[in-house]
T-cell receptor, first 116, second 115 residues
Framework: GAVVSQHPSRVICKSGTSVKIECRSL??????MFWYRQFPKKSLMLMATSNEGSKATYEQGVEKDKFLINHASLTLSTLTVTSAHPEDSSFYIC????????????FGSGTRLTVV | AQKVTQAQTEISVVEKEDVTLDCVYETRDTTYYLFWYKQPPSGELVFLIR??????QNEISGRYSWNFQKSTSSFNFTITASQVVDSAVYFC????????????FGTGTRLKVLA
């Protein structure tokens, strides 16, 4: 089945620094990937849709300049949390769809970001 | 508007008990997809099932079974003879067959299976 790899799985950074999270589709090409955020003991909220070769589409309330998304190739999307602050600490997870399979998206393993 | 409601925030059962996790959804689309995912403490989302709106057949997979009822907009998940390894957060999700294929997740149900 389709595999989505997300890296790193955990990251701790200092306030004010930027952190990049990678999401790769390992055995398929993904023109669209999605980025979600999950607060502790909460549900997953869609942050943005990452489109290969074009600008990402952000959900209402998500700061575009804070969460930079780049989908430079058909197998890689990156989410950069810029000038991170403790309130950005969260679990970030991406998903992608293998069009050769029946409908359904595969999720990455997630990245736990802690900003200190 | 689309919405997924998982009214049970947390459920505790003793091993070998059966447990049903409820999911109620709202959508105006006639074509949509429903999912269940398991999120163990490690955090990854494990796909359990996908069901499209035109298929109301119930499904059984080992100890897992799903009851999809369009009349009540529900897609409930039952674990038979629960095991400690079933302890996790379970999410129900909805996706409409529109342009963006976005997932709308419920708030999740934390299942604790006690030995």
């Amino acid at each position: 089945g389709a595999v989505v790899s997300q890296h790193p799985s955990r990251v701790i950074c200092k306030s004010g620094t930027s952190v990049k999270i990678e999401c790769r589709s390992l055995d398929f090409q993904a023109t669209t990937m999605f980025w979600y955020r999950q607060f502790p003991k909460k549900s997953l909220m869609l942050m943005a849709t990452s489109n290969e070769g074009s600008k990402a589409t952000y959900e209402q309330g998500v700061e575009k300049d804070k969460f930079l998304i780049n989908h430079a190739s058909l197998t890689l999307s990156t989410l950069t949390v810029t000038s991170a602050h403790p309130e950005d600490s969260s679990f970030y997870i991406c998903s992608a769809r293998d069009l050769s399979e029946n409908y359904g998206y595969t999720f990455g393993s997630g990245t736990r970001l802690t900003v200190v | 508007a689309q919405k997924v409601t998982q009214a049970q925030t947390e459920i505790s059962v003793v091993e070998k008990e059966d447990v049903t996790l409820d999911c109620v959804y709202e959508t105006r689309d006639t074509t949509y997809y429903l999912f269940w995912y398991k999120q163990p403490p490690s955090g990854e989302l494990v796909f359990l099932i996908r069901r499209n709106s035109f298929d109301e057949q119930n499904e059984i997979s080992g100890r897992y079974s799903w009851n999809f009822q369009k009349s009540t907009s529900s897609f409930n998940f039952t674990i038979t003879a629960s095991q400690v390894v079933d302890s996790a957060v379970y999410f129900c999700a909805l996706s409409e067959a529109g342009r963006t294929y976005k997932y709308i997740f419920g708030t999740g149900t934390r299942l604790k299976v006690l030995a």
